[in-house]
């Protein structure tokens, strides 16, 4: 979760789980120096309340959060850049330390004319 002060965990509300059509939503009060949920519609009796963890590719949502979503509702496609590394790009705007990284990228669509 973001805030004006930097990235954290809210206890309890780190607990929401990740779903595709969230429930809940949250946002940082900077005067208030609080999070503050809303529900953006009514919920069941013993419904799960949900958010989300931002629209993230199944490789960002394992690597993170150690969890997948079903394919057909994945609402990006990550993948990494595997061929020379630009050397000069890398050395330019990389600290030395973090050269060897690999670059990752996400998309959220994908040209007909790329697909086979």
């Known amino acids: 979760f973001l805030t004006d002060l930097?990235?954290?965990?809210?206890?309890?509300?780190?607990?929401?789980?990740?779903?595709?059509?969230?429930?809940?939503?949250?946002a940082w009060d900077a005067e208030g120096?609080?999070?503050?949920l809303?529900?953006?519609?009514?919920?069941?009796?013993?419904?799960?309340?949900?958010?989300?963890y931002g629209p993230r590719s199944n490789v960002l949502l394992?690597?993170?959060?150690?969890?997948?979503?079903?394919?057909?509702?994945?609402?990006?496609?990550?993948?990494v850049v595997q061929c020379n590394r630009p050397k000069e790009l890398l050395?330019?705007?990389l600290p030395a330390e973090k050269a060897h990284l690999a670059i990752q990228l996400e998309t959220y669509g994908i040209e007909d004319s790329l697909v086979t």
């Not at 953006?40 to 989300?52: C, F, N, P, Q, Y």
């Open 6 to 26: 930097g990235g954290t965990g809210v206890p309890v509300t780190d607990y929401l789980n990740h779903g595709p059509e969230p429930g809940v939503l949250y």
């Open 33 to 36: 120096a609080a999070q503050v």
């Open 38 to 52: 809303t529900v953006d519609r009514d919920h069941a009796a013993g419904e799960e309340l949900l958010t989300s």
């Open 62 to 79: 394992f690597r993170t959060y150690g969890f997948t979503l079903p394919p057909e509702v994945e609402p990006s496609w990550g993948y």
């Open 91 to 93: 050395e330019r705007y």
